[in-house]
């Protein structure tokens, strides 16, 4: 009992035993902005519960941060590596030859990077790896780290792709509803994208490698939390040691326990904050539709036309993201008397605005989860991989949005567009859905709170890193 004792107090004031050196975990991210956001959240969770973190980048990724912005308040170090591709970036047109040369290069220069930093005095004792990433574990291993996978998917859509891996759904499937533990009955229109090695042969390997060595993890963390995926994550936890640490939405947002955490601190765009927020600041009452498809999805020409009018058309103001790249797209300017189009804005700040009454969206994980943890109800226009998934959940599973679906040729047409507008901001189903949405946000934020299930699992993540877990 003694040593108990003993221990726990060392780890209440690690930060004044400087005999003992700071327990330090290095993070590996998938390099893109929805990849880095969740990884970079967890970090600064880490670092408010005495851990020292370090964010090892691409090259590449290093050199395009905003470094304007202030990474240097976040107490996060930043080191990098190679992924073979250091002036160019990621190659999404030959993802299989970019994962191949990411795995050998990094590799290595992972290893060299956890070599210096032991050198440096700054020994590492865990590695947090993008689940993406699976070589990161056999790296982590070799040093004898704890290694620990973050997927920033949901539970849901990964225990899908395990059954892939596990050579238990195959495409083309024989039936057209798909039933697979803990999780409602899907569609196969409603299967992640890259369930066929048909149509995303290299996506597809990207996915189903995730699970080749996730035994030997020592957590395998989500960024999700319990409440909303309680059952998959009990039928995933009755073989691997899963951990929900979400969502990672900056705590001002949700428990407001970290007091400078307002947003991701990195971008690899190049923000203009405050055009948008002007112009929500003179809009009513949650009057406000709010438009975008992430940093990657990218729209048919005739798609966005029939966008423009759907909002045109429902006579709501609207703040439209488009990508500078994708503006050629739009139809004619005087659709935009009641809309304001933007090449970026700070979702989060946007979300949390009270003019602000629903967001159409393309369902990424990443922007889910945020609309959850603001209480925004959404207008679902899912593209391809986790999203269709993600759709059905929002719609059928947490009550939060409807889905505006497509016709035959896969386009969702602007009357279609129109009506899911009207009635979430107008119609009876919309008042059921607000009320929905803000029972999650309070949900969120209890789970991120001080005692809840993500803030408790980050604790006993942070418990083993210290090694003080012996009695558990």
Known sequence: MNSNSKENKISNNSHHNHHHHHNHVLLLPYPTQGHLN???????????????????????VHNSLDLASPISNLNIDFETISDGYDKTGRSVSHIEAYLETFRDVGSRTLSDLI??????????????????LPWGLDVAKGFGLVGAALFTQSC????????????????????????????????????????????????????VSQFSNVDKADFVL?????????????????????????PTVPSMFLDKRLKNDKDYG????????????????????????????????????????????????SKHYFLWVVRESETTK???QETFEQGLVVNWCPQLEVLAHKSLGCFLTHCGFNSTLEAL???????????????????????DVWGVGIRARPDEKGIVRREVVENCIKELMEGEKGKEIKKNATKWRNLAIEAVGQGGSSDENIAEFVAKVAGFNSYS
């Open 115 to 132: 070599t210096r930093l032991g050198e440096a005095g700054r020994p590492v004792d865990a590695l947090v790896y993008d689940s993406f």
């Open 330 to 332: 739009l139809p004619l």
């Open 373 to 395: 943890s603001l209480g925004v109800p959404l207008v679902t226009m899912p593209q391809w991989t986790d999203q269709t998934t993600n759709a059905k959940y929002v719609e």
């Open 222 to 246: 989500f960024n999700s939390f319990l409440e909303l995926e309680k059952e998959t994550v009990e039928w995933m936890g009755k073989f691997w040691p899963v951990k929900t640490v979400g």
């Open 266 to 313: 990195i971008n690899l765009g190049k923000p203009n904050n405050d055009t948008c927020i002007n112009w929500l600041n003179d809009k009513p009452f949650g009057s406000v539709v709010y438009v975008s498809f992430g940093t990657v999805a990218a729209l048919e020409a005739e798609q966005m036309g029939e966008l423009a009018w759907g909002l045109k058309k």
């Open 156 to 207: 849901a859509v990964n225990a899908a792709y395990y059954h892939v891996y596990k050579g238990l759904l195959r495409h083309p499937l024989p039936e057209k509803i798909v039933s697979l533990p803990s999780l409602p009955p899907l569609e196969v229109s409603e299967l992640p994208s890259f369930y066929s090695p048909e149509s995303y042969p290299g996506y597809h390997c990207l996915v």
């Open 38 to 60: 969740p990884m970079l959240q967890f970090a600064k969770r880490l670092v408010s519960k005495g851990i020292k973190a370090t964010v090892a980048a691409t090259i590449f």
